[in-house]
């Protein structure tokens, strides 16, 4: 079985400073881990993915994650919040070979104040 | 190019109703997979097929059931709807080679938001 936990269901920062959502996991196999970006009334939207290859993992709009097996943990950081970057962030896990079937997290609202 | 599309966009049901929402995948995508998402928390796996066979089904009742067509769209089918069915339900596809492996991500539409009275 395989689990995600998004530590703070809602994170506020200040337009410019760092932004760190956190995410740990559980998965009996190697896992592939995802983080998914989700505006209002829309669709989730693919930030970046880690599938075994590097552990630094760059995705779009600044966006970059760490895989830490040690730590189970792929934490989403951008150096600096943009008003845009306000939404709903969902980190999620997958196990080959049913790599299509993803667990998600509970999901942590992110503000960014002017 | 077109993205994943979903009908309808929105729908009211009454309890014990039955509802059937569509999804047409992206051009080339073989694979489409349903997800639940209830307001407030993440979404949830109900199924996964590919080339018109269920490739995965997660822990939801027999209520649900999910059919693949030659041309890669999709319905998903909800009988006896119960009020805890009000959900966004969301359709994502992928170049999936089916047999789950992949470095190919889920590409999700905007969702069916089904309200339930």
């Given at each position: 079985a395989?689990?995600?936990?998004?530590?703070?269901?809602?994170v506020s920062v200040s337009e410019g400073a760092l932004v760190l959502l956190r995410c740990n996991y559980s998965s009996s196999v190697?896992?592939?881990?995802?983080?998914?970006?989700?505006?209002?009334?829309?669709?989730?939207?693919?930030l970046l993915k880690y599938t075994?290859?590097?552990?630094?993992?760059?995705?779009?709009?600044?966006?970059?994650?760490?895989?830490?097996?040690?730590?189970?943990s792929f934490h989403l950081t951008k150096p600096s919040a943009h008003?845009?970057?306000?939404?709903?962030?969902?980190?999620a896990v997958s196990s080959p070979p049913a790599g299509n079937m993803l667990t998600f997290g509970g999901g942590t609202r992110l503000m960014v104040k002017p | 190019d077109a993205g994943v599309t979903q009908s309808p966009t929105h729908l009211i049901k009454t309890r014990g109703q039955h509802v059937?929402?569509?999804c047409s995948p992206i051009s080339g995508h073989k694979s489409v997979s349903w997800y639940q998402q209830v307001l407030g928390q993440g979404p949830q796996f109900i199924f996964q097929y590919y080339e018109k066979e269920e490739r995965g089904r997660g822990n939801f009742p027999d209520r649900f059931s999910a059919?693949?067509?030659?041309?890669?769209?999709?319905?998903?089918?909800?009988?006896?709807?119960?009020?805890?069915d009000s959900a966004l339900y969301l359709c994502a596809s992928s170049y999936s080679t089916g047999t789950g492996l992949t470095n190919s991500?889920?590409?999700?539409?905007?969702?069916?938001?089904?309200?339930v009275t």
């Open positions: 395989q689990s995600v936990t998004q530590l703070g269901s809602h190697p896992p592939y881990l995802f983080w998914y970006v989700q505006y209002p009334n829309q669709g989730l939207q693919l075994s290859a590097a552990t630094l993992v760059k995705g779009i709009n600044g966006f970059e994650a760490e895989f830490k097996k040690s730590e189970t008003m845009s970057d306000a939404a709903e962030y969902f980190c | 059937t929402l569509r059919r693949q067509f030659p041309n890669y769209s999709s319905e998903l089918n909800v009988n006896a709807l119960l009020l805890g991500p889920l590409h999700f539409g905007n969702g069916t938001r089904l309200t």
